[in-house]
Structure formats: C-alpha cells, structure tokens
C-alpha cells in the first residue's frame, strides 16, 4: 500500500520490541465479539489511476460551470480565481501545517491571519475581525449567539430579506427559541423590520444585498436599533459588493458577517466556505472563533500568536463562547492572497464590472415578455417574476445547456407566492453572449 | 478590620459591613500573568459562593466566587486598563470588587490567615 | 510565566523592518500592508463604465485602503511566509488527538476536477447527479466501517458535528417525551468541546472520574445516572489513548437508564476497518474527515465533521440528505416531521467528501485496517522505546494509536513540560500535545499516526531520549531558551493578550490612538 511505509519485516521487528506476540495482542482491551468480526465487503486498496478513474467517472456526471451560460448565485458566486491562488495554497508548509498553536514554527500561518483579519476589517469598515468562521450561515447563527451576550437580552429579530438556508441554520442552533422572529421572505425588498425592534431585542439581523439583490438601508437600521439598545449585526453572502458598496462599519453595523467563498475560493458544490466575521472594538472578548494578534519574541522581534484564546472551548469547556475548534485557515488563506492580487484597485474594478453585467442582465431581462425584474437596486443579483412555474422553467432551460437562476421555491417550498420567482447573478465572467442565450430561451419558453 | 480567605484563595478585608474582595498573592503566583479581569456590575446581588468576576490569564480563566453574600457596590476599575496590578500588589491596588456583608456571621466561617496559610503549604 | 516584557517596540509599519535579520534562506518578511500600495494589482481587469447603475445612494465613500501586489510580488511573498511554518511534508507532527497523517496528492488533484469543484450547490438536481452519487457512496463507507444505520454528510467540522449529534439526541429525547432529562455525562479526561457542546445545548453537565487505570469504570457510570440524564459523551479510544474495555457495558447501562451514547470519533483512526463503533453500542459519532480520512488541516481547517447515527436516532437526522428516487438520485433539502432542520447552508463540505473518498478508494477496506493497525502498533512501539526513560500514567493496557507520557521524569530539573517540547523544535520535530489530557500533570501526548516510517520513530526516540537525559543532567538553558532555532524565539503571549493588536495600522493611526 503506497501510503504505508513499514515492511512486513519491519513490523514484525517492531512488535518484538514491543514484546507483543501479534497486532491483535494490541488491541486486547476491545471485547473479542467487537474486534474484526465481520467482512466489511468493503472493495480492495487500488492504484492511483484506477482510482482516478472512478472520480473522473463521478466528476462526468455534473455539468460544470464552464459548459455553457451561468446564472447561479443565491449565497454562493462564480468567479474567476487567479492561476497563483491555486498553486499558492497547495504548496506544503501551507496545505499540510495544523492550526499554529507552536507559534515559534508557524509563524507563517500566523501572519497570513493577521494580513487577513486587517484586509476583513477594511473592507467591512469594522475595527477588528476574526481568523475566519465555517462559512456565512453559521457565522450568523454565531453571531446572533454574540449579540446576546452582549446585550443580555433574549430577542432576536431576522428580516425577510435573509437568506433562507441562513435563517433555518439560526433557527436550529436557536431551537424552540420563543425569542427568535423570523419575519416572512420579501422579494420586493419591503422593509418592516424596523417596528419589529423593543426593549427586549438583541440584535436585527439584515442582509444586503439581500437575497433577492435589493440593496438595504442599514444606517436606519443602525439608528432604529441603537435607539432601543439592540444591536444591527449586518450579513453580506457576496463579499464583492463591497468593492461599491459601502462599508457596513460606516454605517452603524455592530457586528458584520460575510460569506468570502466569492474571494479565492471555488464553487465546491456549497463547500468549504469561508465565514467573516468583524466587529467594534468593545465586543473583541465576546467574538467567537480564533483570533491572531501581534507581540514580540524573546529578542525583541515582531512575532505573531493566537490570542485571547480563553474564550475557546479548550480552557473554557463549558462556558466558553462558543464550541468551534477550527476555523476555515487555507480558505482565508485563498481569500487572503486573492485580495492581495486584486489591491484596491483591482477589487474596485471587479465589482465595477460585476455591476455593469448585471446592469446590463436586468436591461436585457425586463425585455423579454412575460419576465419582470422586481428590482430597483441591486449589486449583481436580481429576482424575476416569470408568467410560468419558476422551478419547471429552470429545468427547462438547463436541458437547453442555461443554468438560468435559483427558483426561490427551492429554498421556501411552503410559500406559494414565491412559486413564479428566480434569483438569478451576473459575474465578471458572464458575457453578452450568455446573457443573449438566456433572453431568447426565456422568450422561447414563455411565449 | 481583619482579612479572611476561601480555600478557593479568594480574600476578603472586612471593614464595618464593608469587604474588599481579591485574589491572594499565591493564587495570583499559579495563574501567572493575568490579562484580563471580567468584574461584575456594581449593584449585583451575590449569593455566597456566586461566581463574581473572572480573571484570565494567557492559558486560563478561573471564576472568582463571592466569599460572602452581599451587594457589590464598587468594583476596580484601573483594573480594565491594567490587569497586572493584581500580579504585582494583589492585596492592596489588585483588589477585585467590593461588597456590603449582608450575614456578618459568614464572615465566621472564612478561614483565617494561619488556616489559610496551611491550606497553602 | 512572563517570558519577556522587555522587548523593543513592534516596529509596526516601520519602514525599517524588512532590513532586520534572518538567515539567507529565511528572510525576515514584512507585512503585506507595508510593501504593497492601492494602486498595485496582479489582476488584470478592464475599467468599465457603467450606465444607468442601480445603486441609488448605496455608493462606498469610505476609502477601501487595501494593498494590491503584482504577480511577482505576491509569489514571493507567500511563498518566503510559508517557509516560516512546519508542516507534515517537512517534518514529523506527533500532535496527540490530531492525526496529523500524509495528506496524499491524489485527493487534491481529484478535488479539482471542475465536475467536482467547478458546480454550484443550487443549481438543478438533475445536472449534478455524479456529486450525490458521491455522497451516497462516502455515506455508505462511513456507515459500513462504523455499523450504523444512518450518516449525516453536512458538519463542517468536527465540533460542528458533536453539535449536530448532540441535537439529535435532545430531538430524540423531547420527541420521546423526555424533555425533563437535563444532564449530559462527560468523563473527565474529555477533550473541551464536549463539555461546551453540551452546555451550550443548555444542559448540565456532570463529571465522571476516571479509574486509576485512565479507563471509565461501568459502576462510576451507572451511579451517575438517573432519570435526569440525557446522554454520555465519551471519546474511544479515549483521549488517553485507550481504548475504554467496559464500553459495551457502559452502552448498555446508558441505553438502560433510557439515554443515548454519544461517541466522539476524534481517535477512529486506530480501530478503523477493525472495530465497528456500532457493535459497541453508540448512537452518534462525528468522525474527522480531517483527521482520520487524511483531508489536508490547511493551517487551521477547513475540516469536515459527518456524524453517523443509530437506527434509533436516524429519524432525526438534519437536511440536507440524498435518497433513491425512482430514476435518479434525489437530494433531500427540507426538513421532515422530526428532523432538526439545517446546521449549515447548502451541502456541507463538497471538497472534503472528494478528498475523503479518494483517500478510502485507494486504500481499500484491507488498506484502512492496515493503516489503524500501523497506527497502533507505531505508538506502541514509541511508548515501548521511551518507557524506560519517561514515565507511563496508564500502564496497565496497550495503548492505541497514541503514547501518553507524564512530567515525573523531569521532577527536579527546573524544566517545565512546554520547555522539553519547545526542544523537539530545536531538533526538528513538532512538538507533541503537552497538559492534554487535564487528568494526567504535564500530560505529552504523542500520536506518531501510520505516516511514519521506522526510520523516523527511531530518530524521534533518540532523540526524546537524549533531550531526556539532558534535562536530567541539568542543561537547563537549553529547553528554557528553547527554540534557538526556529524563525522566531519564544512569543510573549501575555502582551498580546493585554493590549490586543489584532490588525495593521498606519504608522501614523497608530501614533494617534497613542495620544
């Protein structure tokens, strides 16, 4: 077996020093009946190209983003990923190193942590962020989770705009939780979170772009919220918007949690993500997940350690923060080394361009009859009203090679009014062709 | 006005129906550098034995229980800025909280100085 | 505890620190935001112009501030950091509890198949029908090597998946009517999420001692229930590196008293394809693609936690899930009646699932049952190499895939556990997991997982053996300065922890909030 280095002869040596008879003797304190006691039917050990072979098998039966126009967003966005990230993130001292707990030897972990948590703080316009999160929704739930301990206040108060599979993720860790609001979806982008907020609330949760694409007002939300002593926790899945966008920071967000799969990471059929997680400066004790800071070492020179770890399950055990153990390290790394290829200057003009194929996606949809675009302010996703069944009309379009949207009805199966929606996404790698097939299947489909 | 210990190395410096609690020079030795110090909200109501204030240091965090039951009605807070005053002058400038003694009996049960200076041998 | 609060200032943003030390082939290297501007990019991206934009007031003003590289640029500056981490491909990693084994390249060039990596978790079910195949076919390896009637693919780590496990349990118990059951046990020698777990699940959570012998006794068990109590944690091959011989009895006395059996799954690797947890008696256990699967660690994650499920707790398994449809394979992404709903958005980790059934593929049944067994019988062999210079809390039984040694040995040298470790660095090894498990002082944890050759445990124990009689010939300053080596000497922890500085500031920012 190709991983396993010992010869026959080398582990009969190694058991005589042990000064066992056989393997089984090791394994004396497991209950006879339970050791070895039955074939598991399980298929031999095989070599790398069979092996290959049978994933390449597998890998054939999906239709991947590349093989035709792509439409596909709801939380999770295709875009390119430089050639350098790749290579990059597989050389070994980053692939194969474990969490950097001996920060004497890690120290190149441990630095990428920090460019990292300064770059999600930029960009969210926070003053400090964390190492990473398992990917947005749970950063949410995460989130919520944090808020109550500030506040010490039990209500919590989920806008309509949410994304679904996020907001059933809070409900979970919530459950049963008669203090957990979750108002219903609102594809127009109303707003009614605002008279939602009372003396009893933690936190509102609100997302923008939110689900539907709509851009949200998050400095009322700020001002609502403050005047009754909650918190605004501020939830991005398309971490790009903020290249346009302002910084949620600037506009009162307590606590800010992003999805960063858009930055360095590939689409992975939902994972592994990368969940953000930036805050103010006050709360810094009562954030979830690892967080690296700088020091110096026994000569004086700048070093980087993780920190604060006190609040984590592993000293804290059952009063700790929360019960993460890992956090998302060679994705924030993707991430990281993404954003450092991009700089301001590229990150600006990649959201520029994000937008302008969106912009020019909404143009060419609100001509095609039967659809209409229910936005008035989007970043690169919109939601369509079409005259016929959304999640029929999907399937229709990809036997035709379009991977058209996401039919909402996917997501919120018991709402019968969402029935007729798509949330579809424009990305710098769409093109006019692609928008043009789109248009004249609907058209097609529709007529 | 007398000092009485917990076998949790919390003291207590008892004046009138006033005490200061902190933690004693040979707890602040085993936890080593604290970074730190979580106090409780002046006006809580303790229980004897309630957690009140936590102190950390970089690779623990251990609960400062109420030695007594009473009112908190000052808590230190050169603390917040500097946590290492409690390394450097636990008994004096590292003071934690104090506390109106509801029950002067329970002040009774503490140990005394030479109790808890066995306990710490 | 203080290492040094002596040091000079961090040098923060000084346009000095590049120039500072660091041997020819490790240079000092400095922060991203200090050799890179906002106006370099390595991305090449045409200005577009936008007419008609949606934005409506949305517009950022605040400035972005983010430094940008070229190409060049940034090749070199995450290659020169990475050379400042150990890694399992440059060294051995006998981190106790973290199977740090080979990461085999197969996996991550399989991982990149755009079929796998390139496919977008929403779009339609029929266009994706290889990935739940996959899903299917990881399902049915992971219940197959544990006897269990059910799995759930989505955790994202192995916390994340206690979690989970421990959800279903309470699902089960509230739809039994028990809701009254409010107490979870946790041995003592658990690793640290348990305890938080099930406290945060708000539950109490009540200690069993451990035996002298390391192992959890039946009898400590059964006076620990009672009517109250939900469910028992316990890790086997336990986190001393044991495996718990009464398990079955201690099953059965939890199933008695009208609990469940939770299994922390962070050791499978010693017993996979040997023992099937499920013959043991456990209702739910996480298993760490990451640790036992051989999924890379990445520095820190991303991991992947699936939890296997008995037939009892199957029924509350979370979505999503894929099933049998007539024609093809369904994915099943709303909760039913009992379920308890969603722990993460979408389908878990996609790229782990890949990595992990590539990793079983290639090793086969007969393979997996050989790299526990070389696991196994690699501990051992240190723990009987070393035995007679560091001492053995627990001698009474063979260990697992772990060697667990106590401080005793360096009683009177002036040296502290985390000394002799900081050591192994000087010599070229990771250090060991130190003061884990809590139940055993000065606890080194050693996990030499199947990955090692002779040749290496042999260098490693000369070498333990040799530190060992260094110390105890009083060469203090050797593992009290150590490491002298490394990029970097010991870190004052303290000080970060004081006065966090958890990201970079202009020099001039920095200045001000001094005022």
């Known amino acids: ?447 | ?121 | 505890m203080s290492m040094n609060n002596q040091g000079r200032p961090t040098g923060t943003g000084t346009s000095g620190f590049a120039a500072t030390s660091g041997s020819a082939l490790l240079p000092n290297e400095p922060l991203l935001f200090e050799i890179g501007d906002t106006e370099h990019s390595g991305v090449d991206l045409p200005d577009v112009t936008i007419s008609g934009d949606r934005l409506r007031g949305f517009e950022r003003k605040t400035p972005l501030d983010l430094a940008g590289l070229t190409e060049p640029e940034a090749m070199r500056h995450y290659v020169r950091l990475s050379r400042l981490n150990h890694s399992i491909d440059s060294g051995m990693y006998p981190l106790g509890s973290c199977t740090m084994k080979h990461n085999p390249r197969l996996n991550e060039k399989m991982a990149r198949l755009p079929g796998f990596s390139d496919i977008h978790p929403l779009q339609p079910v029929s266009t994706v029908q290889g990935a739940l195949e996959l899903m299917n076919e990881l399902s049915h390896w992971l219940m197959t090597l544990t006897n269990t009637a059910a799995v759930a693919l989505t955790p994202k780590a192995g916390a994340h998946g206690e979690l989970l496990g421990m959800m279903a349990i309470k699902a089960a118990q509230e739809a039994a009517g028990q809701s009254h059951r409010k107490i979870v046990l946790v041995p003592e020698s658990a690793h640290g999420t348990n305890p938080a777990t099930a406290a945060f699940l708000g539950y109490t959570v009540k200690p069993v001692p451990a035996r002298e012998d390391g192992t959890v006794d039946v009898e400590a068990v059964k006076a620990a229930l009672s009517p109250d109590v939900a469910a028992i944690m316990l890790t086997n091959p336990n986190t001393c590196g044991l495996f718990e011989p009464q398990v079955i009895e201690i099953a059965a006395a939890v199933h008695e008293a009208g609990a469940f059996f939770y299994c922390d799954g962070a050791n499978f690797n010693a017993i996979m394809g040997v023992v099937r947890p499920g013959d043991l008696g456990i209702d739910a256990m996480h298993i760490n693609l990451h640790k036992t699967f051989s999924t890379p660690h990445g520095g820190g994650g991303p991991g992947a936690g699936p939890v296997v499920l008995s037939e009892a707790l199957a029924p509350f398994a979370p979505v999503p899930f894929v099933r049998k449809g007539e024609k093809s394979l369904e994915l099943v992404e709303h909760a039913e009646a009992q379920a308890l709903g969603r722990v993460t958005a979408f389908h878990g980790q996609m790229g782990m699932y890949v990595r992990a059934l590539t990793y079983m593929l290639s090793h086969g049944g007969d393979g997996l049952a050989q790299a526990a067994e070389d696991a196994v019988l690699n501990a051992n062999y240190i723990k009987a190499r070393l035995s007679h210079v560091f001492s053995v809390p627990f001698p009474d039984y063979p260990t697992m895939h772990e060697a667990l040694f106590d401080d005793s040995f360096l009683e009177g040298t002036g040296v502290t556990t985390l000394d002799f470790a900081k050591a192994l660095i000087d010599e070229g090894f990771h250090p060991m997991t130190m003061y884990f498990p809590l139940v055993v002082h000065g606890a080194m944890l050693i996990e030499p997982t199947e990955s090692e050759s002779k040749q290496t445990l042999d260098r490693f124990c000369d070498v333990m053996e040799e530190l060992a009689q260094d110390a105890k010939a009083g060469n203090r300053e050797r593992f009290t300065a150590a490491p002298m080596k490394a990029p970097r000497r010991r870190l004052d922890e303290t000080r970060a922890a004081r006065q966090p500085v958890l990201k970079w500031e202009r020099p001039e920012e920095t200045l001000k909030a001094a005022e």
């Open chain 1, 1 to 447: 077996m190709r991983y396993l280095p010992h010869s026959p002869a080398e582990r009969s040596e190694m058991l005589g020093v042990i000064g066992a008879a056989d393997i089984d003797a090791l394994f004396s304190a497991v209950p006879a009946r339970a050791l070895k006691s039955i074939d598991l039917r399980l298929p031999a050990h095989s070599p790398e190209f069979l092996v290959e072979a049978h994933m390449r098998a597998l890998a054939a039966k999906n239709r991947s983003g590349a093989d035709g126009p792509f439409f596909v967003g709801a939380g999770a966005y295709r875009h390119h990923v430089p050639a350098t990230v790749d290579h990059l993130i597989q050389r070994s001292e980053w692939l194969t190193a474990y969490t950097p707990y001996q920060p004497e030897i890690s120290q190149g972990t441990l630095q990428m942590l920090f460019e990292f948590q300064t770059q999600v703080a930029k960009l969210t316009g926070m003053d400090v962020a964390n190492a990473s999160l398992y990917d947005g929704s749970t950063g949410t739930a995460e989130a919520v989770l944090m808020a109550r301990r500030i506040t010490k206040r039990p209500k919590i108060v989920l806008s309509g705009g949410l994304h679904p599979h996020y907001r059933d993720v809070v409900k979970a860790y919530l459950k049963d939780d008669a203090d957990l609001e979750c108002l219903t979806a609102s594809p127009e982008g109303q707003g009614d979170i605002l008279d939602h907020i009372d003396e009893q609330t933690a936190a509102i949760v609100i997302q923008t772009p939110d689900f539907y694409g709509h851009l949200r007002n998050l400095r009322t939300a700020a001002d609502a919220a403050h005047a009754k002593g909650a918190l605004l926790i501020v939830v991005i899945t398309e971490v790009v918007s903020l290249g346009l966008l302002e910084a949620p920071g600037a506009l009162g967000a307590d606590i800010v949690v992003a999805e960063g799969q858009s930055i360095g990471n590939a689409l992975n059929f939902g994972g592994p993500y990368l969940g953000l997680l930036a805050t103010r400066k006050e709360f810094i004790r009562q954030m979830p997940g690892r967080i690296c800071g700088e020091t110096v070492d026994a000569e004086g020179q700048r070093g980087f350690v993780l920190t604060l770890s006190t609040r984590e399950q592993h000293i804290r055990r059952e009063k700790a923060t929360s019960n993460i153990c890992t956090n998302s390290g060679l994705c924030a790394l993707a991430f990281s080394i993404h954003m450092a290829l991009l700089g301001e200057a590229g990150f600006t003009r990649l959201a520029r361009l994000n937008h302008a194929n969106a912009c020019k996606l909404a143009d060419a949809l609100a001509a095609v009859p039967g659809v209409e675009v229910l936005n008035t302010t989007f970043f690169n996703e919109m939601t369509i009203r079409t005259s016929q069944p959304a999640a029929a009309l999907i399937e229709r379009l990809a036997m035709r090679g379009i991977l058209g949207g996401v039919p909402v009805s996917r997501l919120e199966p018991d709402d019968p009014s969402v029935s007729n929606l798509i949330v579809l996404a424009a990305t710098e790698l769409t093109t006019d062709a692609d928008i043009a097939a789109l248009c004249a299947a609907l058209a097609e489909e529709l007529a």
């Open chain 2, 1 to 121: 006005m007398t000092t009485k210990f917990t076998p949790d190395h919390e003291y207590i410096r008892v004046e009138g129906s006033t005490g200061t609690v902190g933690i004693t020079p040979y707890a602040q030795e085993a936890l080593g550098d604290i970074v730190f110090v979580e106090l409780p909200e002046v006006g809580k109501v303790l229980k004897k034995g309630d957690e009140a204030a936590v102190v950390e240091s970089v690779k623990a965090a251990s609960e400062i229980y109420a030695p007594v039951a009473g009112t908190v009605t000052e808590v230190n807070q050169e603390l917040s800025g500097n946590p290492g005053l409690i390394n450097a002058d636990p008994e004096a400038g590292g003071w934690i909280y104090k506390i109106t003694i509801a029950d002067a009996a329970e002040i009774e049960t503490l140990l005394d100085s030479d109790a808890y200076a066995e306990l710490t041998l």
